[in-house]
């Protein structure tokens, strides 16, 4: 017997007891905490080299950018037809070469900002811009004078055709209009796409 009055394997079995101990109080308690869960997984294969919408012309960005931004109308999950998106609703006139876009009230930027028509003029603007260089100028072609604005240019590179002869104008902050060359009935299914 030890001089404390406990054996030898006493002695040593208290600590290692102890320790067991706490290695299961944590293991126990580790347990019961509860993994934070990712709000948003998304696999897309390979890096977007840009977010630019009117630059990129890949897959993996267009699906980012899907995600990003909200045109006048999205597609419908299943049937891709067009559904309101920041235009809660549009007006088509008789010979189908006039739309008129209601915008959304709530429609916001990331920073709280309210989404207006001009941003949308701006936008399309852009896109056919020459000097942007996009690859999906021509999905807006259909627009009145919008090929002359995006194909005649100058010796420097830039359009000789005024903006207002194009048939997009932001009427009032919520009210975006757009004259078409000729009826397109497939017209709101291209607004879905992410350069517009």
Known sequence: MHPAGLPEWTRRAVPVALLLGVVGLLVSLAGRTRQVRADFVFNNGSEPSSLDPHAVTGLPEGRVLQFLYEGLVVPHPRTLEPL???????DVSPDGRTYVFHLRPDARWSNGDPVTAA?????????????TGSSYAYQLWLVRGARAFSTQVGDDGRTTVPWEQVGVRALDEATLRIDLESPAPYFLGLLAHHAL
């Open 84 to 90: 309101p998106g920041v235009a809660e609703s549009w």
């Open 119 to 131: 941003d949308f003029e701006w936008s399309f603007r852009r896109l056919l811009d020459p000097e």
